[in-house]
């Protein structure tokens, strides 16, 4: 098993900048995918962003491109997301999720593990 917790969110205003943590706890996770989904207030949760378990491979939805960073230290089992140039419309919870599966997956059932989540909130 493995557990995640997220840390790092909060409120911020637009234009500002965020930084999410997602520690990994129960196993090592540097054979898996890591990676971000979100969930808007009334919305379904999306994929933000995912890393390779070597990290030679990052995917990003088109709404965070060139505005969100995602890295990993596995020595420290923790993966992280850097927000720059946050808009109002970014406000959500965000979920750190873990996947034995190769690549960088998008699709929610490709997750096996999923932290509780983390609000951001981003006022105009």
């Known amino acids: 098993q493995v557990q995640l917790v997220e840390s790092g969110g909060g409120l911020v205003q637009a234009g500002g900048s965020l930084r999410l943590a997602c520690a990994a706890s129960?196993?090592?996770?540097?054979?898996?995918?890591m990676g971000w989904f979100r969930q808007p207030p009334g919305q379904e949760r999306e994929f933000v962003t995912a890393i390779s378990w070597i990290a030679e491979n990052t995917n990003y939805a088109d709404s965070v491109k060139g505005r969100f960073t995602i890295s990993r230290d596995n020595a420290k089992n923790t993966v992280y997301l850097q927000m720059n140039s946050l808009k109002p419309e970014d406000t959500a919870v965000y979920y750190c999720?873990?996947?034995?599966?190769?690549?960088?997956?998008?699709?929610?059932?490709?997750?096996?593990?999923w932290g509780q989540g983390t609000q951001v909130s981003v006022s105009s």
């Open positions: 999720v873990a996947s034995p599966r190769s690549g960088v997956p998008t699709r929610v059932y490709d997750y096996d593990y």
């Open positions: 129960g196993r090592t996770v540097s054979n898996y995918a």
